[in-house]
């Protein structure tokens, strides 16, 4: 019905930057809303930042100020923008999005992670 394809990690320095998308297929009306989550070794899944289209957004003080989410609906595409990687950020970042199939339909799916990490 859905697919979502997640792509933009790698390997930076510390104070790099990278940036995350997934990209949605399929039966797709519009975006609706993407949490993006990160997990790192041996910790639990933290949620980052959450967006929505109307371009509203709320992030976790360890992201704040670097990082962006943001949705573009004319490519069915959501982003991470980070800067000023530290080390710390190394994890497996997901993106969890909500997209509208039809008006009061919606479909929520995971992608499957993508690996950053964050060279000292």
């Known amino acids: 019905q859905v697919q979502l394809a997640e792509s933009g990690g790698g390997l930076v320095q510390n104070g790099g930057s990278l940036t995350l998308s997934c990209t949605a297929s399929g039966r797709i009306s519009s975006m609706s809303s993407v949490d993006w989550y990160r997990q790192a070794p041996g910790k639990e899944r933290e949620l980052v930042a959450v967006?929505?289209?109307?371009?509203?957004?709320t992030y976790a003080d360890s992201a704040k100020g670097r990082f962006t989410a943001s949705i573009d609906n004319s490519k069915n595409a959501v982003y991470l923008q980070m800067n000023s990687l530290k080390p710390e950020d190394t994890a497996v970042y997901f993106c969890n999005v909500e997209v509208w199939l039809s008006p009061g339909e919606t479909w929520n799916g995971w992608g499957r992670g993508t690996q950053v990490t964050v060279s000292s």
């Open positions: 967006t929505t289209s109307d371009g509203g957004a």
